[in-house]
Every structure is written in C-alpha cells, then in structure tokens.
C-alpha cells in the first residue's frame, strides 16, 4: 500500500519561513521524480516543484522561484519544499506527489498540509 504523508504546515506571518516534508512508503521512491503541488480554496491544483529521482534536477513554477527549495534524502524516502519569504499568496494545501515515470502525470498523492500566510 502506498502512502505519502505530507507535515510541517502551519501559519506564518509574510516573510517568514516552512518547511515541508513529504515521507514516502511501498514504493520504489529512489526511482521515482517528486514533486509538490498546491491547492487554495476555489482554484485548481497548480505545480509548485519537482525533482528527479536522483536529485540532479528540479524545477519550479516561476512564482516561487528563488523563495522554495526542494530537495530529497533517498535514505529515508523523504522529499522536502523549503519556503522562504512566503507571500500571503502562498496560502494553500500542500500535496506531494509521485510522478508515473516517463511521464508528466503523478499517480500518488499525500492528504496535504495547510499552509496559511498571514498579512
């Protein structure tokens, strides 16, 4: 059974600091690209980062470009988002996900953690 269990959210007032993680079990987690994704209240889903199964490679959604980090530790099946100078913007439910290989689809998703930007 695969499960992805997403933590570290919580509030925070602009300009502060999260961090996320996201612990991966029943599945080939060191072979699979990760990303992370959000969700606020009447929008759709957006692409927030992801990052190859190696690490040698991660791409972000330019809104958060320079702010976030995401990075990995294969060792302990765990992918991390590290959010700096949040946005009151940047408010919204924060998924990981485990990308189908050779693909651009995820076909695993966590149960999110709340991230609230205060003003």
């Known amino acids: 059974q695969v499960q992805l269990v997403e933590s570290g959210g919580g509030l925070v007032q602009a300009g502060g600091s999260l961090r996320l993680s996201c612990v991966a079990s029943g599945l080939a987690f060191s072979r699979r690209k990760m990303g992370w994704f959000r969700q606020a209240p009447g929008k759709e889903r957006e692409f927030v980062a992801s990052?190859?199964?190696?690490?040698?490679?991660?791409y972000y959604r330019a809104s958060v470009k320079g702010r976030f980090t995401i990075s990995r530790d294969n060792a302990k099946n765990t992918v991390y988002l590290q959010m700096n100078s949040l946005k009151p913007e940047d408010t919204a439910n924060y998924y990981c996900g485990a990308n189908v290989p050779g693909t651009m689809n995820y076909d695993y998703w966590g149960q999110g953690t709340q991230v609230t930007v205060s003003s």
């Open positions: 990052i190859t199964w190696d690490a040698d490679s991660t």
